[in-house]
């Protein structure tokens, strides 16, 4: 089934469907919306209740086929072009105030003794940069730099620049999940597809929010590859290693159509599928049933509170707007006044309030750039831990069904005692002496990959735990100073009207 | 379910502080709004009289007064053919707590769904827009009052020291008062005031620049009132969310709970900054607004009266040429010109000391506005920087 829009991300452990309105929209394309028509936006994220997200599809046993509905960036384009164009609300802004980029792992003084501490030699730096169109029309798709620059020994040179599109971070992506997701590490999710985004792209609209959308795809990507580096399991990757220094990138064929989120959905439809089968696992560790149940609250606080900042952005973006245009109207009651500094007085007030527009405005932008997109990573972060404790369930299911066999294939054994026919009785005992043999070895694998996966776990969760405290204070930080920048502006202005006012005789 | 806040079975008395437009410079007469009540959506006003004035029974009382009271008092002054040359103060509009109310629905509907903290703030803020509203409607009621006692006239008026002093119930003057008028001076055709008072030939100099400035103003500042309301809400809008995001960021942040409970003063600061623009700004414009209306009334009552003057010459001059009923017409002519030219002579003084009177209000409140927000701001940085020490410290 052809979809319109974005698919949803992962629910999470849904073991239930939720009955969900067709139209709700899920958070993240509300996310990239919000920039593009925050009167929509706002309708939708008050709206939205966490537990909206369900699974969409029509076929619950079509396992992939969520995850095969997106459109290739290269084919042609099947759905019509929608929405045309920024919401009449939005004042244009010039893209000069997009672009200072702002570094949610900037590397500040306290976070390198941090990261002396606990490990040896972290030190890479990477960005994304310099996005460019390539191509024209439907068959179009922008590239983007991505330039690593390091000291680690395994990479062969210092600083490497290569060119990547959209679609190679998704396929490393899905490379690397395959490898390691099974193993029980935290894969961080690639950034999601948005054919609305891409195709306003596409098409060549030179507007505010297509600059907007390729800016908050870059500063997604380059987030994306750091938290992936990080991991010291995945830094080590050769497929991560190739991807940031090999001039040409194999392109993933089949993984093209797959989204970060279609993958996820799918390893975890497989999760679905098998605890739907089996008896619920008795959880013999309850550190692990405990930090299932952290993080399916967290996870429901994370996406209120996404949505909360959702609507925070929303409204300074109505709140700069409402300014600017109640400065016009001063500035016009201003020339109306026919009292000569009382005239004077009103068309200050209507400067200040103009410069205080567009205080607001970039407020916004920290609002959103910094908080909003970190709360949007971390909600696909969770899922992805999530993701890792179904594997976890499905090891153990695999270990208990091989269990199960070994004891079928033990008490057949038994039975071929009393079979009657002596002539096939040595060959039949032969081969179920095999096969439990097999089984027994299964079994012992099963038992092996159980422990490991449980044991990779805990240090996965210790970790992400550690990197989440850090990642949040980092930005908290970086935010609350932002808005005493804005603040102390304020005061400027401010302090620069009084005298104005007083001087009104 | 029907939620019942708790602010309604408190009857709380809320502590007013006047912020008049610099009304009571006079020690005879002086009147101040000190507190008022809640109860259902009726608000109680205490009227508070100090006076030296021997027309008054005591020197200093205290009376309760409803809404509907004021009006009466703002309508009989209308429709007093003396004050016809006079800027009358314009009403006060009635209390209007549609938006807390609108909050109240919202908190009982959702109560089920909310954690104990969110319903607390959600609480807490539906308290601090009834205290908003309530303050602004103090305010209005207060100055409107204050109004008539700075002006000679007004405040020697029968009914306006019956409105101070009388203690018992006014209910009983107000129906009364209503079956008598019925209205009758506003429902004059209001609209077609614009049309008559461009219409007027005028010759005085004054009155044409009077004219035009009003007529101008008036949709500017109509406009920029509106506009001020829309920001002031958007203000709010903001501050609400710094409200419900603190909260969260609480529950998830887990490690740091100094530093977030600076977050929620911090909304607090951000709420009192959006409120104290709208009470200076945003309540100024309001007031200035039904003020120039009032203003307005006046030229149109004068313009009326000229229009009255112009028909009784023509019908002098129409009755010179019958022979008929001369004495009569002269007469009322003489009325006219006597009433025109008493209109155009107060009415100058009226509208001269309207100007002095709005330019030392707007500089008040743009001074008082300014002062407020630089302080919120100053504080909300103090705030933040103690929240980004605390977390740095980490």
Known sequence: MSEERE?????????????????????????????????????????????????????????????????????????????????????????????????????????????????????????????????????????????????????????????????????????????????????????EKSIVGMTKVKVGKEDLSSVEFVEKRRS?????????????????????????????????????????????????????????????????????????????????????????VESLVCHRKELSVNTASFAKSAAMLGNSEDHTALSRALSQLAEVEEKIDQLHQDQSYADFYLISELLGDYVRLITAVKGVFDQRMKAWAKWQDAQVMLQRKREAEAKLQYANKPDKLQQATDEIREEIEEWEGKVQQGERDFEQISKNIRREVGRFEKDRVKDFRVVIIKYLESLV????????YWEAFLPEAKAIA | KIYEPEVHSDRRKWRMRSVSV????????????????????????????????????????????????FIWLHDTIVETEEY??????????????????????????????????????MKQELEAEYLAVFKKTVQVHEVFLQRLSSHPMFRKDRNFQIFLEYDQDL??????????????????????????????????????????????????????????????????NVADDYNHISGALNNTAADNNTAFKNMCVLQKVEDRMASDQELKLTELLRYYTRDIQAAKDLLYRRARALADYENSNKALDK????????AQAEENQKQCLQKFDKLSESGKKELTSFKARRVVAFRKNLIEMTELEIKHAKNSVSLLQGSIEILKSN
């Open chain 1, 7 to 191: 698919p949803p991300p992962l629910p999470g452990a849904a073991q239930t469907v939720f009955p969900e309105p067709q139209d709700a929209e899920d958070l993240f394309v509300s996310a990239a919306s919000a920039m593009e028509s925050p009167e929509a936006a706002c309708l939708s994220a008050e709206d939205i209740s966490p537990s909206s997200n369900g699974p969409r599809d029509d076929d619950p046993d079509d396992l992939f086929a969520e995850a095969t509905e997106e459109v290739s960036l290269d084919s042609p384009e099947r759905q019509p072009i929608l929405s045309d164009g920024p919401s009449p609300a939005i004042t244009p802004v010039t893209p000069v105030m997009i672009s200072p980029r702002v570094d949610v792992f900037d590397r500040s003084p306290d976070q390198d003794e941090d990261e002396e501490e606990n490990r040896d030699t972290f030190d890479i730096q990477i960005s994304v940069s310099d996005p460019e169109k390539v191509g024209d029309g439907m068959n179009a798709y922008m590239v983007y730099k991505v330039t690593t620059k390091t000291s680690l020994s395994i990479f062969s040179r210092d600083e490497v620049c290569v060119k990547r599109r959209f679609s190679d971070f998704l396929g490393l992506y899905s490379k690397l999940a395959s490898k390691y997701m099974h193993m029980g590490y935290i894969v961080p999710p690639a950034p």
């Open chain 1, 220 to 308: 997604a990507l380059e987030r994306y590859l750091l938290r992936t580096v990080k991991h010291p399991a995945l830094l080590k990757d050769p497929d991560v290693l190739q991807f940031l220094e090999s001039s040409e990138l194999p392109r993933a064929v089949s993984t093209q159509a797959l989204s970060g989120a279609g993958i996820l959905r799918m390893v975890n439809k497989a999760a679905d599928a098998v605890n739907k089968m089996t008896i619920k696992m008795n959880e013999s560790d309850a550190w692990f049933e405990e930090k299932q149940q952290q993080f399916e609250n967290l996870d429901v606080q994370l996406r209120k509170l996404h949505a909360s």
């Open chain 1, 485 to 492: 920048h804005t603040q102390q502006q304020l005061i400027k």
């Open chain 2, 22 to 69: 610099d009304l009571n410079n006079d020690a005879s007469l002086v009147i101040d709004i000190p507190d008022a009540l809640c109860e259902r959506d009726k608000v109680k006003f205490t009227v508070h009289t100090k006076t030296t004035l021997s027309s008054f029974q005591k020197p200093e009382f205290s009376v309760p007064r409803q809404h509907e009271d």
């Open chain 2, 84 to 121: 016809a040359g006079f800027i009358i103060p314009p009403a006060p509009p009635k209390p209007d707590f549609e938006g807390p109310r609108e909050k109240m629905h919202k908190l009982g509907e959702g109560e089920s769904s909310m954690t104990k903290e969110e319903y607390a703030k």
């Open chain 2, 171 to 236: 209910s009983v003057r107000r129906k009364n008062a209503k079956e008598m008028f019925g209205g009758f001076f506003k429902n004059m055709v209001k609209s077609a005031d614009e049309v008559l008072i461009s219409g007027v030939k005028e010759v005085d100099e004054f009155f044409e620049q009077e004219k035009n400035f009003l007529l101008d103003y008036s949709i500017k500042i109509k406009d920029a009132t509106a506009k001020a309301e829309k920001m002031t809400r958007s203000h709010k």
């Open chain 2, 319 to 326: 009755a010179r040429l019958k022979g008929k009923d001369v």
